[in-house]
């Protein structure tokens, strides 16, 4: 399927706000922000395949693809460019899970063009997948 989100760099946890809960900070995040109703839809059909018996939350960023999880760029004075920009990405909603969160893998040429371009590795570890929920309560 395919859909598209927004670049969003150094994205707050909180309003004003870059401080995780363990200390770490989202200073050299880079997440493309998709539609909340994305989101939602695949929630929906997870509930659905679980027989309406295991629901998930919302995450903190909403759905998200996370393209860059603290990582400083190679030149810090590039780092932002392209922010607020729409890119398109292809993704396999057959829902995943790993450690109480749930995703679906994702394929994007730009997210990866962007990595490089940053001076880090072109692929990402763990691959570019789409986050739509959690389990933990």
Do not use: K
């Not at 670049?7 to 995780?20: A, N, T, V």
């Not at 990582?71 to 890119?87: K, L, M, T, Y």
């Amino acid at each position: 399927m395919r859909s598209s989100g927004i670049l969003r760099f150094s994205p707050e946890l909180r309003p004003g706000s870059h401080q995780r809960r363990d200390g770490g900070s989202s200073r050299w995040w880079l997440i493309i922000d998709c539609d909340p109703e994305l989101g939602r839809y695949l929630r929906h059909l997870y509930l659905l395949a679980q027989h309406r018996t295991r629901s998930l939350q919302n995450p903190l960023w909403g759905p998200h693809i996370s393209v860059i999880r603290d990582e400083a760029p190679a030149d810090p004075a590039v780092w932002g460019r392209g922010d607020g920009e729409r890119v398109a990405f292809d993704f396999d909603p057959a829902v995943r899970e790993t450690n109480g969160f749930f995703w679906c893998p994702v394929e994007c040429a730009a997210a990866l063009t962007l990595r490089a371009g940053l001076g880090l590795a072109r692929e990402p570890q763990p691959p570019l997948h789409l986050t739509i929920g959690n389990a933990n309560r």
